[in-house]
């Protein structure tokens, strides 16, 4: 469906606004059928994405800088995160021990089992949003929506 039907626009749009409308409303999509994964383990996008970049720390710690810098929505509020995390057993946070201003956060093993026993259902959604393209037409898109953020 296009997005002036989706959207129930009456004007012309510009083809530069159906780009930003599409690519906000499929996030949207996307976003929205994510969260119904999430839900019922009381997770957030955000506090998955945590957990996903502290699994990939391969046993070592994070900073709350390396995992700020590493999140996907750049906005999070990462303290709030990892005390949500922490309430939960998905996380570990103690004071580094060579420089106390410094905070390092580790996933716990039920951290990690969680993440597992969601991995098949997150690559199922990865999935599903790519099943009507081709591997071409998949490829074509990454590059174009990777081309489309590097304005200066």
Do not use: W
Not at 14 to 22: G, V, W
Not at 84 to 105: A, G, M, Q, W, Y
């Amino acid at each position: 469906m296009r997005i002036e039907e989706i959207i129930k626009s009456n004007v012309t749009l510009s083809d530069s606004k159906k780009i930003i409308l599409n690519v906000m409303y499929t996030h949207n999509v996307i976003g929205d059928k994510f969260s119904e994964i999430l839900k019922p383990h009381d997770l957030s996008s955000e506090q998955y994405n945590v957990l996903r970049i502290l699994r990939g720390q391969k046993g070592f710690p994070a900073n709350m800088c390396v995992i700020q810098e590493r999140m996907i929505a750049k906005n999070s509020n990462t303290t709030r995160l990892i005390d949500k995390l922490l309430l939960k057993d998905l996380v570990t946070r103690e004071v580094c021990p060579d420089n106390r201003r410094k905070i390092e956060v580790q996933i716990t093993q039920k951290g990690l089992d969680l993440l597992k026993y969601l991995d098949p259902m997150v690559i199922e959604h990865e999935n599903y949003f790519s099943s009507n393209l081709n591997p071409d037409e998949v490829v074509l898109l990454n590059d174009l929506l990777e081309k489309y953020r590097q304005l200066k």
